[in-house]
């Protein structure tokens, strides 16, 4: 199997990109497939691009680094995030993890809290291993719907220029 994150890697770091600018322009509500609603914000840790392979991969972390001067700029000089930690909620389940854009992995998942009534470790792992599938469903979802709106023709007019101006303005 060969890797095509060398080829393709830029449209994860464009989707990290876009769910940014779909969070702040719309808020961070997504509605997957069947209706299930699910909430999605930025934390603290985000992984910006180098615009070539000469220039250097830049990191923010601790507080709020997307409302940060240095992501602003980053936005500004047209940098795509690479990495970023997102906390993902469905309904009363939440998510805390690390999307690396470039190959669309998971790393650093925090779990939900385990259910009181489980009464064995069997239960719990079981709880355990659904919610770490379920969690790669929801960014494979997610993932899924920027996929379909980037492959549309329209998707490089007025789509691509609200995020422009957003990056611009930010």
Known sequence: ??????????????????????????????????????????????CFAPRDDDDTEHSLRRGIPSRSPEASAALHNGRRLRKAKLIVAESSIEWSLIVDGSSMTLGSIKLPSDSEDLENPEERSRERAGNFLLIQEIIGQLYKIYLEKRLRPEYLGKEVEGQAQWMSTH
């Open 1 to 46: 199997m060969s890797d095509h994150s060398a080829d393709y890697g830029f449209l994860g770091e464009e989707f990290l990109t876009w769910l940014w600018y779909r969070m702040e322009s719309r808020g961070g509500e997504f509605e997957l497939p069947g209706g299930r609603m699910i909430a999605v914000s930025m934390d603290d840790y985000l």
